[in-house]
């Protein structure tokens, strides 16, 4: 029964407007519903944009932080590297004093 009366219905929007005009309403609603698909869309693509954009700019802050760390533990290597060395000359002065103190009171 649902079937026959939606034929009906049917019938009488075409008998009253003419097909011309259902057609001029549905291809409305159509057009309607592709601009709002089409805004959707073009809402998404700026979002996904300024996503993009923010991401590119941490990570350049990010690389710029890592260039300042790696030239910073390079500083320290070499500092590290100048401190064993003194500590290595200290220490061979002072076996070299030990050895001489020993050898005297040995003799």
């Given at each position: 029964?649902?079937?026959?009366?939606?034929?009906?219905?049917?019938?009488?929007?075409?008998?009253?407007?003419?097909?011309?005009?259902?057609?001029?309403?549905?291809?409305?609603?159509?057009?309607?519903?592709?601009?709002?698909?089409?805004?959707?869309?073009?809402?998404?693509?700026?979002?996904?944009?300024?996503?993009?954009?923010?991401?590119?700019?941490?990570?350049?802050?990010?690389?710029?932080?890592?260039?300042?760390?790696?030239k910073e533990n390079v500083a320290l290597r070499e500092k590290l590297a100048r401190m064993e060395e003194r500590l290595m000359m200290n220490?061979?002065?002072?076996?070299?004093?030990?050895?001489?103190?020993?050898?005297?009171?040995?003799?």
């Amino acid at each position: 029964m649902e079937d026959h009366d939606l034929i009906v219905i049917v019938t009488a929007l075409v008998s009253a407007l003419g097909l011309k005009e259902i057609w001029n309403i549905i291809k409305k609603k159509m057009d309607l519903s592709a601009k709002k698909e089409q805004s959707n869309e073009t809402t998404k693509d700026k979002i996904t944009a300024l996503v993009i954009e923010e991401l590119k700019n941490k990570i350049g802050e990010l690389e710029t932080k890592i260039d300042s760390l790696i030239k910073e533990n390079v500083a320290l290597r070499e500092k590290l590297a100048r401190m064993e060395e003194r500590l290595m000359m200290n220490a061979k002065a002072k076996a070299g004093r030990k050895r001489k103190t020993t050898e005297s009171k040995t003799k």
